[in-house]
């Protein structure tokens, strides 16, 4: 039997950082969710698909074994996954059944080979509904907006903070409000706050809470 922590929570709430940080100290492999659905929206967009119309068989014909680096125990991509276009052609995509289930089952696929980190929005509620133990990270939206302007500044010219926010609240409102795995916080999760604990805090506070049931 794997073990396998969830971390939950929206976008740019740190969950990231707190999950490679964690993987890295426990040698877990760290499956960064997120990732994925922004690779499957790259190769949607490659290969002119209409996202409306994609099909299990289709989607069924994409190989992510290949983001697998075994060794650094982690996901690989490109790093033009992050731009905001691909973000909100992700967010879309996100929506689909058809994705989701995909996505899904390679991430499952994962939870049975390796002991594993998992960051995003849907892994405690939905994937890995027996998770050793569940966190949802989070940190108010102006918070998350900086962050994720500052990100961006590093990709894209002209960013505009104001202009970044808007997109976050939509964005969040968006993965909230679908009907299919939407953003929510798992029943048994501790709730970690990165706007008052650094991710140094949250590992060592993440870890104590996993030794504790280990
Ligand atoms: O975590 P991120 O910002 O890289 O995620 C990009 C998009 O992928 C986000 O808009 C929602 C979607 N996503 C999802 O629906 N479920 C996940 N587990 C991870 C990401």
Redesign the pocket.
């Known amino acids: 039997m794997t073990d396998i922590i969830t971390l ?1 929570g929206p ?2 709430s740190g ?2 950082t707190i999950a490679k940080e964690l993987s890295k100290k426990l040698n877990f492999f760290h499956l ?7 690779t499957v ?1 790259k190769l949607i967009l490659d290969k002119n698909i209409n996202a409306n119309e994609i099909d299990a068989k289709t989607i069924n014909s994409f190989d992510l074994d290949c983001l697998i680096d075994v060794d650094r125990r982690r996901l690989v991509a490109s790093s033009d996954i ?1 731009t905001s276009e691909l ?1 909100l052609l ?2 879309r995509i ?2 689909l059944k058809v994705v ?1 289930d995909f ?1 899904m089952g390679f991430q499952r696929s994962l939870g049975i080979r390796y002991d594993l980190i998992a ?5 405690g509620t939905v ?1 890995f509904k027996d998770a050793k133990l569940k966190l949802y990270v989070d940190a108010p939206i102006a918070i998350r907006a900086e962050r994720r302007y500052n990100q961006l500044k590093g990709i894209e010219k002209n960013v505009n903070l104001a202009q970044v926010f808007s997109d976050l609240v939509s ?1 969040d409102k ?2 909230s409000s ?1 009907t299919i ?1 939407p ?1 929510a916080v798992p029943l048994e999760a501790i709730i970690i706050d990165t706007s008052v604990m650094s991710v140094e805090q949250s590992v060592t506070r993440i870890l104590l809470e996993y030794k504790k049931d280990s």
């Open positions: 939950d976008s740019s969950k990231g960064e969710s997120g990732l994925l659905y922004r929206a992050y973000s992700t967010s996100a929506t989701r996505i960051d995003g929005r849907d892994m994937v964005r968006r993965d679908r795995a953003l």
